[in-house]
């Protein structure tokens, strides 16, 4: 279905650097911003690529294959940047990509900051055609009233929720676990809202299974892929686009 671009420092010195590390200095700091603009160029600059591919493909088959999407996140402080909207759609038009092939999340905490700013500029975000999904979901107590009025595509769940449902994989008649019910119930709202569902960290086919059970849309975590480099990524595509 697609990937989430994740951002690495390679130091000279220190190695890989990961976003525990910089992402807070770099909110600090301001350079969050061209940091999450840069991210975003590169990350679709590689989707061109792989659609491109996978386009070519499917003619050369004539077969349908469908074409990976990138995910990317947006930080607290660039996504209350008064041109957000048109730096993202200046980006689109440079790197060639339909909108369709971005998504952007953003995490629940940021936007129960300050709601109807938030709405607003998801609008603004919406009429560019990518998708939107609210990151981190469960962490960030937003009321339901203000949920309905967020025009988003897809909740994604807290890996700590997931991470939970070890203790019930595998036996799907437990109904007793906390996490299980909170999973179970922000799937039944996201659907009532016409919204999909991810789950984020899924680690165990004990976990799928369970989220699966539930109804589930979606799911991503170490059970499929570790972070990769761009190379084995599109291995990875690859080999999952042959194998149907």
């Not at 807070?24 to 989707?47: F, H, K, N, P, S």
């Not at 609210?134 to 700590?160: E, H, N, Q, W």
Request: charged fraction near 25%.
């Amino acid at each position: 279905m697609g990937v989430e671009a994740l951002a690495r420092w390679r130091h000279p010195e220190r190695g890989i650097v990961l976003p525990a590390e910089f992402i807070g200095l770099a909110e600090q700091t301001g350079l969050i911003v061209e940091l999450g603009y840069q991210v975003l160029r590169m990350a679709l600059q590689q989707a061109r690529e792989w659609r491109q591919h996978w386009r070519e493909r499917r003619r050369a088959a004539d077969v349908e294959v469908s074409l990976p999407a990138v995910w990317v996140n947006l930080s607290a402080r660039q996504f209350h940047e008064p041109d957000l909207a048109s730096r993202i759609r200046g980006i689109l038009a440079e790197t060639g990509v339909e909108p369709e092939a971005l998504g952007l999340e953003i995490t629940e905490s940021i936007l129960v900051e300050d709601a109807s700013p938030s709405v607003s500029l998801l609008e603004d975000l919406k009429s560019l055609g990518v998708k939107l999904a609210v990151d981190d979901f469960g962490t960030g107590y937003s009321s339901l009233s203000y949920l309905a009025r967020l025009p988003v595509d897809y909740l994604k769940i807290d890996r700590s929720f997931v991470a939970d449902l070890g203790s019930v994989a595998g036996n799907a008649v437990r109904r007793d676990n906390g996490s299980a019910t909170i999973v179970s119930a922000v799937i039944g709202l996201a659907r009532a809202m016409g919204m999909k569902v991810v789950a984020e960290g899924v680690e165990t086919e004990g976990q799928l299974s369970l989220l699966r059970e539930m109804g589930c849309d979606l799911a991503q975590g170490y059970h499929f892929a570790k972070p990769l480099p761009v190379e084995q990524a599109s291995a990875y595509l690859a080999a999952r686009a042959a194998s149907g």
